[in-house]
Every structure is written in structure tokens, then in C-alpha cells.
């Protein structure tokens, strides 16, 4: 070999990877596990599909068109598969085959290398070992029993009311304020008073926090590593996706994630009010330990953003999406206003009777889907819906679009809370009665299902009912949001600006 030239080097390089491809192509169009199931052509060999659509941020909406091309089941790249259940005869549904199967609260289909960060302590969210996530889980579940919400629910009032405050002072502005940054601060508040008492302000001194800052800037970073993970050969060309300042503000976060952890160690035990992490620092043991330290600013961060980031989300929207249907709206707002002569009596006991407010909520839920990026499992080797997956293929459920198939849902593009109505409802309509309302679960299922669920449910109801009684709300132009085009998926759902005017319900007769 030695007496090669460098151009004859090339030749043979360039040859044994043209071998390779062509190889490594025959085998993933027809002997991989997955070769079975339809897709693009470019899927089945190559992750570049999955990373072009991501990138454009309209990956749910790729995904919801390739169904619609290839039907039911559908390779989305080399080793990946997404599924959605027939309508007529489910045999069985594929969202609780995938979600629900488990055996002791030890989920079957594991987690996928989806959405974590680094290798350290994986918390809640990103933690792939069932062992090691039922230990956090159930360690937390106290935090989230029925009785430590109703505890926490003052903290909820605390922040919304200070919102309403806020606007019967600037909400009439002649150009109005931005809804969806208000939203942000309002949840974020909530969300990290109750996740370890940290005091944000963001509300009371209308300015996005260091956090906010932070998440945002690294939205697209995340994403991008995301992707990477199915090309670890880039993964250092990752860094060359984050600008400067979303890293210093990154740094930033996390150094008062830290700091407030600290504080918070020291004050355990001596809290007025709950919090989650309450339940990881007992007041009797010992001072955590680094290791245990670093564990606790991973879930506590977590718990951070998994309660800010979706009621966020639920509190503009159910605004944004009703105001744009005016006699939708108009129900929402008269169901709650003739519910209560009194704002003080607005409690989330009191508001869960509330039908239309339930439906117009469930129809957020299912219009804006929180986890539009889907949900990826590695499958044990199992059924689902009636078809074999081989071990160690990824395979998730198509929720965006099951939310989004006229197969599932009655006018599914547009924003209908009847479809949530109980058929004894004076607004009930026939044409809604054959949705797939039942096999809709915006919160996950089995193990890793949302653990603030309830939670969530109090914070929504309150918000919305709290802000429709006391005010007009009127949108500041006739701007049309349309889902498809206006909202992106990177890591979050990149959301659209929406100006709207609070005018004040005027009582005093
Ligand atoms: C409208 C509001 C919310 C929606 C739609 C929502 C939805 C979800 C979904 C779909 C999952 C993933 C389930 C899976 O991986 O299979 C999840 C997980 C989770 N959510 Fe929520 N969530 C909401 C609010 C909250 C709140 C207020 C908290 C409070 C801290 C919270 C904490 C969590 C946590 C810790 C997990 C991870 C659970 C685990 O892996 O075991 N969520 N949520």
C-alpha cells in the first residue's frame, strides 16, 4: 500500500465509501426492522428527512402529511416509526400501547435519547431508567397529591389577581398589550413560586427574568442537539448553533437556579408556603450533598419549565382561539359572568362545574397540542395496534395529527369546544358526537404521565375565568392567527405576538 499515490488514496476512499452507502442503503430499504412500514424514500435511508422538517419548525405538520400520503403507520427516519389507530374497529389504540403498557408502574416502551442534556443526573423528564424514574416519581407524587394542591392553589390566585391589577391600569392602552408575553410572565411566576419558592417578579415589574431570557435564546440550540443525537458524528458542531448571548444568559440561569436552590436548602423546613421540592429536602436530614445537590437543581429546573411552559401556552391560547370566534367566546364569557356575582368567589372547586369553560379548555388542549414534537419510545418488541414492532425500533403515537384528521374530529381546524360538551348540554351539537374525544389524552398516559395534571386544571380554569369576568377583552386588530402558519415547533412552540385591549366590565349598576 505503501507505494499509493495520494490521488489513488482518494480513489480508494471515495470507493470504499461509495461501497458503504450503497450497502448500508440496501440494507435499510429492505432488511431493516423497519423496512415493512411506508414513508419517504429519503426517511428510510436517511435522517436528513426528520432534520430538514425540524428545522423549518413545521415538523408536526410534515409528519401529519405524510400520514395522509402513506396512511397509518409510517417510517419517519431510518429507525423510527409514528403511528396513529384506524377509526373504524380499533382493535387496539396505539397511544395506550405505546404509553400505557407497563407492569408495576415500570413502563415497557422506554423512554428514547430524545430531549435530555448531557450525561449528569437526568431528573424527572429526561430520565430514560423506569428504576430510577419511579424513584424520583414517586418521591414527588406527594407534591402533587389533592391536598397539597389545594394548599398551593393562594399562589395561583396571588399571580393572577396581580395580573388583573395590572391591567385595570394599562390594559386600555390605545395600542394594547402583548398577550403572549404577559402569559409567559404570569405562568413562569407561578410556576417557579411553586416549584421552590422563588419570587421571579416578572409580573409585578413587567420584565422577562434572566429564566425566560434564557430558555428562549436556547430554544433552537436545543432543537438542533436534539437532532443531532441521530448524527453523533456532528454533535461539536452543535455549539455552532447557539449565539453568544443566549450562552451567557444560559450561564446566567442556571447560576440563580443554583443560587435559589441554595437559599432554598437553608430554608427547608421553614417555608410559609408549600412548594414542590419540599418533598426531596426533608427538614430533619442532613444537609444534600454536592451529588445530591446537582439532582435537585436538575428536577428543580424541570419542574420549573414543565409547569410554566404549557399553561403558558393554555392561558393565551384559550384567549387568542375564542376571541377569533366571536360566538364562542361570547358563551364562554356568559357562562362564567352568570356563574359568579362576586370575583372572590372564583376557586377552581367552584369553577369545575363549569361545562363550557371544561370544553373551551379540552379544545385548547387539543387545538394547540403541547408536545407537538412527539412523544419517541423504544419498543421492548410488542404489538401496537395489531402490528408487530421490533425490539429497539423507536416508535411514538401521531397525537398533532390525530388532533388534526377530520377522521378523528369534526371540523378539526377550527376551535370548537363542542366537541367536549355532554350531550345533556344545552349547546351539545349532533355533528360533533362521533369524535374521538375518548382516545385524546393531552396530558400522556401510564408512567410518565403528566404528574401536574391536576395541577394544571386549577391554574387554567382560574386564569381564564378570573381574567373573562372582569374584563372585555378585544383584540387590537382583525389579525387572523392561523395554527398551521403562524406557530413553530423548534424545542417549544414558537408562538405568535397578540395584542389585545382589557376594558373593565363595568358592574356599578
Ligand atoms: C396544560 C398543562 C400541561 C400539559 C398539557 C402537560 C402535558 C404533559 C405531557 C404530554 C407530558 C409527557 C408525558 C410523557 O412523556 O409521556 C408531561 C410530563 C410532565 N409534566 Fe406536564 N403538562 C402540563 C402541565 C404541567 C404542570 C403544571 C406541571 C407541574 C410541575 C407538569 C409537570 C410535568 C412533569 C414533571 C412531567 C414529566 C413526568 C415524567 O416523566 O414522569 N406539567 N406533561
Redesign the pocket.
Known amino acids: 500500500m505503501s507505494h499509493l499515490t495520494v490521488g489513488q488514496y482518494a480513489i480508494l476512499v471515495f470507493g470504499a465509501m461509495s461501497v458503504y452507502a450503497s450497502f448500508r442503503c440496501i440494507y435499510f430499504t429492505y432488511f431493516h426492522p423497519a423496512s415493512k412500514f411506508p414513508g419517504p424514500r429519503i426517511a428510510a435511508i436517511s435522517n436528513v428527512w426528520y432534520a430538514y422538517h425540524w428545522i423549518t419548525g413545521k415538523y408536526p405538520m410534515a409528519i401529519e402529511n405524510a400520514f395522509k400520503k402513506y396512511g397509518d403507520v409510517v417510517r419517519i427516519a431510518p429507525n423510527e416509526l409514528k403511528n396513529i389507530p384506524p377509526l373504524s374497529g380499533i382493535k387496539s389504540d396505539s397511544n395506550l400501547d405505546i ?1 400505557g403498557s407497563h407492569s408495576k408502574h415500570i413502563e415497557k416502551f422506554l ?1 428514547a435519547d430524545f430531549i435530555s442534556l448531557g450525561d449528569g443526573d437526568q431528573g ?2 429526561w ?1 430514560k431508567d423506569p428504576i430510577k ?1 419511579r424513584h424520583t ?1 414517586k418521591k ?1 407524587s406527594p407534591a ?1 397529591s389533592a391536598k397539597s394542591i389545594k394548599a398551593k392553589e393562594s399562589t395561583i390566585h396571588k399571580y393572577v389577581d396581580l395580573f388583573v391589577q395590572k391591567m385595570k391600569k394599562i390594559g386600555q392602552n390605545e395600542q394594547g398589550v402583548e398577550l403572549k408575553i404577559w402569559t409567559d410572565w404570569v405562568s413562569m411566576d407561578i ?1 417557579a413560586e ?2 421552590y419558592s422563588r419570587e421571579l417578579e416578572q409580573v409585578e415589574k413587567m420584565s422577562s427574568s434572566a429564566f425566560l431570557h434564557a430558555l428562549w435564546g436556547v430554544n433552537f440550540f436545543v432543537n438542533v442537539h436534539q437532532i443531532l443525537k441521530k448524527f453523533p458524528l456532528s454533535v461539536p458542531l452543535q455549539f455552532l448553533f447557539v449565539p453568544p448571548s443566549a450562552l451567557i444568559s444560559e450561564l446566567q440561569a442556571r447560576k440563580l437556579n443554583r443560587e435559589t436552590l441554595e437559599w432554598r436548602i437553608e430554608h427547608r423546613g421553614g417555608l410559609e408556603h408549600l412548594d ?1 421540592v419540599e418533598q426531596l429536602l426533608s427538614a430533619e436530614a442532613p444537609p444534600p450533598t454536592g451529588q445530591e445537590r446537582k439532582a435537585l437543581e436538575v428536577v428543580s429546573g ?2 420549573l419549565i ?2 410554566y411552559l ?2 403558558a ?2 392561558f393565551l391560547c384559550t384567549i387568542m382561539f375564542g376571541l377569533q370566534e366571536p360566538d364562542i367566546h361570547r358563551l364562554l364569557v356568559r357562562e362564567i359572568r352568570e356563574s359568579f356575582a362576586r370575583y372572590e368567589d372564583i376557586t377552581a372547586e367552584a369553577l369545575a362545574p363549569l361545562k363550557f369553560l371544561h370544553g373551551s379548555i379540552m379544545e385548547t ?1 387539543r387545538f394547540t397540542f ?2 407537538g414534537g412527539g ?1 419517541p419510545r423504544v419498543s421492548p418488541g410488542a404489538i401496537v395496534d395489531g402490528r408487530y414492532i421490533e425490539k429497539g425500533l423507536q416508535v411514538q403515537y401521531g397525537h398533532f395529527a390525530f388532533t388534526r384528521s377530520p377522521r378523528y374530529f369534526h371540523e378539526p381546524r377550527s376551535y370548537r369546544p363542542q366537541h367536549w360538551l355532554p350531550k345533556d348540554h344545552p349547546h351539545w351539537n349532533a355533528a360533533f358526537e362521533n369524535d374521538a374525544t375518548s382516545h385524546y389524552y ?12 391536576e ?2 386544571w386549577r ?2 380554569r382560574i386564569f381564564v375565568a378570573k381574567v373573562l369576568w372582569s374584563f372585555d377583552v378585544e383584540m387590537v386588530s382583525d389579525h387572523k392567527i392561523v395554527y398551521e402558519r403562524d406557530f413553530k415547533m423548534h424545542r417549544m412552540w414558537e408562538k405568535p405576538e397578540f395584542w389585545v385591549r382589557f376594558h373593565p366590565v363595568d358592574r356599578s349598576d
Open positions: 404509553y423512554k424527572i423528564t430520565e424514574h416519581a414527588l402533587f410556576s411553586l416549584s414542590h424541570q419542574l414543565a409547569g404549557p399553561v401556552s393554555q388542549l403541547v408536545e412523544l393531552p396530558f400522556g398516559l401510564g408512567p410518565r404521565q403528566c404528574i401536574g395534571m395541577l394544571a391554574e387554567m
